[in-house]
């Protein structure tokens, strides 16, 4: 199935110009599953897929990790593109995160840095080399948990079956708990679920103990790339301490099907201390090896500057 307004091509277009798998064509399914409107704006050297997002009377058009751009030149072309677009829709501003480009060229084009969407800086770790390679890269503790899962009891399961995210999502509850954080409500993985599982652009990981999910993971897979886009605990595994061979086994499968990268979808940034509060996960992700890389964070472009005010005041109210 092809999201409406997604054109024949689209996500060869993305790739070529180095696009996110949030700007990708099976992201539009996701998106209009939930119920909204996606549009989206091309040229040889850009390309955005933009969400409308509601919040009461107000609306604002949001590029997740766009646009794509073949280099910085290309983002003023872009975002007149996308501000016609979002002036026709009625929105308010429109939210950006372009793939290339440094603030100066950012702000040159009457933009304001805001506080970041998705994440700002991340982990890759390249595939292309030889699994020696790779476990040259674990840590100590990473590679003796890699080592001995057989002996404590774990195997590791690929799925793409839709019914089992309801086990997934459980167990990143129960993490959710235990951390004091919220991702996304049911509705959102029941979307991908039914998208992305049944056509392989998403997987689930299971570590299983017997017949119980000790730990999972859910990875997108688009073009080179493999995003390691959440994973989840169970309380009662923590000592079994599933997750490192349940992460290292979807590095493998990655490198198996040809992927090139692979993106540990976040991590606090080089130069924070062991106060942030991404530093534990942060050194969980280090521990397979991997690069540290930073993007633009995200931006708003006013386009009905009364709409805009209004915006900002119901927001700063309901905060």
């Known amino acids: 199935?092809?999201?409406?307004?997604?054109?024949?091509?689209?996500d060869e277009g993305v790739l070529s110009l180095g696009g996110h798998v949030l700007?990708?064509?099976?992201?539009?399914?996701?998106?209009?599953?939930?119920?909204?409107?996606?549009?989206?704006?091309?040229h040889r050297d850009w390309c955005w897929l933009g969400?409308?997002?509601?919040?009461?009377?107000?609306?604002?058009?949001?590029?997740?990790?766009?646009?794509?751009?073949?280099?910085?030149?290309?983002?003023?072309?872009?975002?007149?593109?996308?501000?016609t677009r979002a002036h026709r829709l009625g929105c308010a501003f429109v939210r950006f995160e372009p793939s290339a480009g440094a603030a100066t060229d950012i702000t040159?084009?009457?933009?304001?840095?805001?506080?970041?969407?998705?994440?700002?800086?991340?982990l890759v770790l390249r595939l292309d080399v030889d699994e020696e390679t790779l476990r040259a890269g674990l840590n100590s503790g990473h590679r003796s948990r890699i080592n001995s899962a057989d002996r404590?009891?774990?195997r590791i399961e690929r799925s793409q079956e839709p019914a089992r995210m309801a086990d997934f999502v459980r167990l990143l509850r129960q993490t959710e708990e235990r951390g004091g954080f919220f991702s996304f409500d049911d509705p959102y993985f029941g979307a991908v679920a039914e998208e992305l599982l049944p056509t392989g652009e998403a997987s689930?990981?299971?570590?299983m103990a017997g017949d119980v999910p000790a730990a999972c993971a859910l990875v997108f897979d688009f073009g080179p790339t493999r995003y390691y886009a959440f994973g989840a605990t169970a309380t009662e595994s923590l000592k079994l301490m599933p997750a490192p061979p349940l992460v290292w086994q979807t590095i493998l499968d990655a490198r198996e099907?040809?992927?090139?990268?692979?993106?540990?979808?976040?991590?606090?940034?080089?130069?924070?201390?062991?106060?942030?509060?991404?530093?534990?996960?942060?050194?969980?992700?280090?521990?397979?090896?991997?690069?540290?890389?930073?993007?633009?964070?995200?931006?708003e472009m006013t386009v009905r500057p009364l709409a805009a005010r209004?915006?900002?005041?119901?927001?700063?109210?309901?905060?």
């Not at 409308?52 to 983002?75: C, T």
């Not at 040159?108 to 991340?122: F, L, P, W």
């Not at 209004?310 to 905060?319: K, N």
């Open 152 to 154: 404590r009891g774990l």
């Open 108 to 122: 040159a084009i009457g933009a304001r840095r805001v506080r970041s969407r998705q994440y700002e800086h991340t």
């Open 204 to 207: 689930l990981y299971f570590a």
């Open 310 to 319: 209004l915006f900002s005041l119901a927001r700063g109210l309901r905060g």
């Open 1 to 10: 199935m092809t999201a409406a307004y997604i054109p024949e091509g689209w």
């Open 23 to 42: 700007q990708s064509s099976g992201w539009a399914r996701v998106q209009e599953r939930l119920g909204n409107r996606v549009v989206v704006g091309a």
């Open 257 to 299: 099907d040809g992927r090139i990268h692979f993106d540990f979808w976040g991590a606090a940034p080089p130069d924070a201390g062991p106060d942030h509060a991404w530093s534990g996960v942060t050194a969980f992700k280090r521990g397979f090896g991997g690069t540290p890389q930073s993007n633009s964070g995200t931006w």
């Open 51 to 83: 969400v409308v997002r509601r919040s009461g009377p107000f609306g604002y058009l949001y590029l997740p990790f766009g646009p794509s751009l073949r280099n910085a030149a290309a983002l003023p072309a872009a975002m007149v593109a996308a501000r």
